[in-house]
Each structure stands twice: as structure tokens, then as C-alpha cells.
T-cell receptor, first 111, second 116 residues
Framework: GEKVEQHESTLSVREGDSAVINCTYT??????FPWYKQEAGKGLHFVID?????DRKQSQRLIVLLDKKAKRFSLHITATQPEDSAIYFC??????????FGQGTILKVYL | GALVYQYPRRTICKSGTSMRMECQAV??????VAWYRQSPQKTFELIAL?????????EQNFTQEKFPISHPNLSFSSMTVLNAYLEDRGLYLC????????????FGEGSRLIVV
């Protein structure tokens, strides 16, 4: 079955800099890749997603890139702010039903 | 926008007792609901997927006998953890999908189960 690896377990960036979180997946049939943010003691908050028919998607300060050949996708947060600090999870699915999550990246934005 | 409410947020239960949790979709019709458990180590396990008008599909290691789920309409689902033990600890997350909005799964804040 699908396996998703999230490469950075923790990431510290200065406020205003960019943060990049990388994920790889194994199932070539995966076609949908969402990202979620989890703040301490809270649930999963959907932030952005990308489908396999495109290789780039942007929503304000968030950019998602997808490289289907390398089976890799990444989340870029530009102009980071302290409130971006959280755990970020990538996920992948081929069916649109069962999401397989990465292990999570703790992002810390410091002043 | 799409909102998912989960209740209760946190329960402490004695080993061997049961806990029921509820999931409400607001602002959209939840054509499918996925129940996940997040371990204390933050990893996720899919427990079951419930699609309206289809049988509930449980993942390996999870059974209806232990985690009975009800999905009676397009806005509500509930799941019970029967005979909870230490290994059932975690954050139970309900993810609801709006069939009209593509594949996006919207999650609630979760129901945390603490077993003592």
C-alpha cells in the first residue's frame, strides 16, 4: 500500500523567511495530495491541496509543488509568521477515500 | 465554509468501559466520513470509512464489534470505543467529505480518549 515519508521532523525559521516541507510517496496511482496543520491540542486544519493534473498551486502565502516523476511534493510557506508555528502533515491518496499521512513536521517560526 | 464539530473533546474513562463520540458536519453534506485515530506519537490510523448508502468499511485491526459506527444522515456520524484499554488511547478524528466539493476531507477538533 501507499507510504508517505515526511522528511523534516522539525524545522525552525526566522519570521519573514520561507519554510519548505518535503514529502515523498510510493504509489504511482496517488492523485490527490492535501496538507493539514495541527496546533497544540487541536484537530487537523486543512490548508491546501494539489491534484495530479497540475504541478503547482498557490494560495496566498502557500505554494504546493508536485513532481510526479520523482513522487515528491512539497509545501512552501513564504513570509512566515509566528502563527504559522504548528505541526504540518502531508497526505496522499489514490482513491480519494483513504488518506495516508506523513509523520508530521514541527514548524517553529521565531522572531 | 465547511465545518466539522466533534463532541466530546476529551474523555477520561476507566479501563474496560466505553466511550461514544459524535461528529457533526455543518454547512455541507457529508457523503462520506472517515474515522482516524492519532496516537500519542502523532501517527494516524484509519479506523473505518463510512459512505452514505454503502456498508461501513473497517480497516485491518479495527472491527465493528469494537468500534461500532453510525452514519444515519448526511450531517451526523457517531462512533463508540467499546471496552477501552490503554492501547485505545489517542485523539479520534472525524473527517467528513463533501461530495460536491471534490476530495477535500475536513476534520473536526477530535475527541481525546484517556484510559485510566
Amino acid at each position: 500500500g501507499e507510504k508517505v515519508e515526511q522528511h523534516e521532523s522539525t524545522l525552525s525559521v526566522r519570521e519573514g523567511d520561507s519554510a519548505v516541507i518535503n514529502c515523498t510517496y510510493t504509489d504511482t496511482a496517488s492523485s490527490y495530495f492535501p496538507w493539514y496543520k495541527q496546533e497544540a491540542g487541536k484537530g487537523l486544519h486543512f490548508v491546501i491541496d494539489i491534484r495530479s493534473n497540475v504541478d503547482r498551486k498557490q494560495s496566498q502565502r502557500l505554494i504546493v509543488l508536485l513532481d510526479k516523476k520523482a513522487k515528491r511534493f512539497s509545501l512552501h510557506i513564504t513570509a512566515t509568521q509566528p502563527e504559522d508555528s504548528a505541526i504540518y502533515f502531508c497526505a496522499a491518496t489514490s482513491s480519494g477515500q483513504k488518506l495516508v499521512f506523513g509523520q508530521g513536521t514541527i514548524l517553529k517560526v521565531y522572531l | 465554509g465547511a465545518l466539522v464539530y466533534q463532541y466530546p473533546r476529551r474523555t477520561i474513562c476507566k479501563s474496560g468501559t466505553s466511550m461514544r463520540m459524535e461528529c457533526q458536519a455543518v454547512g455541507f453534506q457529508a457523503t462520506s466520513v472517515a474515522w482516524y485515530r492519532q496516537s500519542p506519537q502523532k501517527t494516524f490510523e484509519l479506523i473505518a470509512l463510512s459512505t452514505v448508502n454503502s456498508a461501513i468499511k473497517y480497516e485491518q485491526n479495527f472491527t465493528q464489534e469494537k468500534f461500532p459506527i453510525s452514519h444515519p444522515n448526511l450531517s451526523f456520524s457517531s462512533m463508540t470505543v467499546l471496552n477501552a484499554y490503554l492501547e485505545d488511547r489517542g485523539l479520534y478524528l472525524c473527517g467528513a467529505r463533501d461530495g460536491g466539493l471534490g476530495n477535500t476531507l475536513y476534520f473536526g477538533e477530535g475527541s481525546r480518549l484517556i484510559v485510566v
